[in-house]
T-cell receptor, first 114, second 113 residues
Framework: NAGVTQTPKFQVLKTGQSMTLQCAQD?????MSWYRQDPGMGLRLIHY???????DQGEVPNGYNVSRSTTEDFPLRLLSAAPSQTSVYFC?????????????FGPGTRLTVT | GQQVMQIPQYQHVQEGEDFTTYCNSS?????IQWYKQRPGGHPVFLIQ?????EVKKQKRLTFQFGEAKKNSSLHITATQTTDVGTYFCAGRGSGGSNYKLTFGKGTLLTVNP
């Protein structure tokens, strides 16, 4: 199993550009989440999904969209990139309810917005 | 909303010294998880604590969950250079459906060989 995969590993965007961060898992996990990690801020939840077709907002959802059309994939869309969105983005999945089951994290995407 | 505070933010030790990081929640937790992130890596699950007063050990690592389920600690005995990284606690609120974990800001541990 590949586990949780994320692409790209690195990305540089100009302010106002849009892009999609890809996340896929091959463990048949129902629960998937997107986090951003900034220095000294820990991991902050952006959006999460409890199953295909079901998504909800986390702590810092503004400027991001998600969809979950399949169990395997959970892409994160930046609508109009801003310098404040410069961060490391992690996708995670878990077998069941987050916080009851361990989360498996992908390798991350380092995004710079200039 | 739920807040999870973690201290210290940084800790530098000599190899062989002990290390402890503490996690405190503003609300009662149903359970708490601990993760380790190596420099440049991604968080990796270490353990989960569920019961009040629970203590779990993994080799040199000892995890505790407070009696009131509002605090937790991770203690490493005789640190090694392989222990370097950031340790995060993450708490799940109690009551009702809750699909979110709230992460502490982490403690960065560096070890001088």
């Amino acid at each position: 199993n590949a586990g949780v995969t994320q692409t790209p590993k690195f990305q540089v965007l100009k302010t106002g550009q849009s892009m999609t961060l890809q996340c896929a898992q091959d463990m048949n996990h129902e629960y998937m989440s997107w986090y951003r990690q900034d220095p000294g801020m820990g991991l902050r939840l952006i959006h999460y999904s409890v199953g295909a077709g079901i998504t909800d907002q986390g702590e810092v959802p503004n400027g991001y969209n998600v969809s979950r059309s399949t169990t395997e994939d959970f892409p994160l869309r930046l609508l109009s990139a801003a310098p404040s969105q410069t961060s490391v983005y992690f996708c995670a999945s878990s077998y069941g309810t987050v916080g009851i089951y361990e989360q498996y994290f992908g390798p991350g995407t380092r995004l710079t917005v200039t | 909303g739920q807040q999870v505070m973690q201290i210290p933010q940084y800790q530098h030790v000599q190899e062989g010294e002990d290390f402890t990081t503490y996690c405190n929640s503003s609300t009662t937790l149903s359970n708490i998880q601990w993760y380790k992130q190596r420099p440049g890596g991604h968080p990796v699950f270490l353990i989960q604590l569920v019961k009040s007063g629970e203590v779990k050990k993994q080799k040199r690592l000892t995890f505790q969950f407070g009696e009131a389920k509002k605090n937790s600690s991770l203690h490493i005995t005789a640190t090694q250079t392989t222990d370097v990284g950031t340790y995060f606690c993450a708490g799940r609120g109690s009551g009702g459906s809750n699909y979110k974990l709230t992460f502490g800001k982490g403690t960065l541990l560096t070890v001088n060989p």
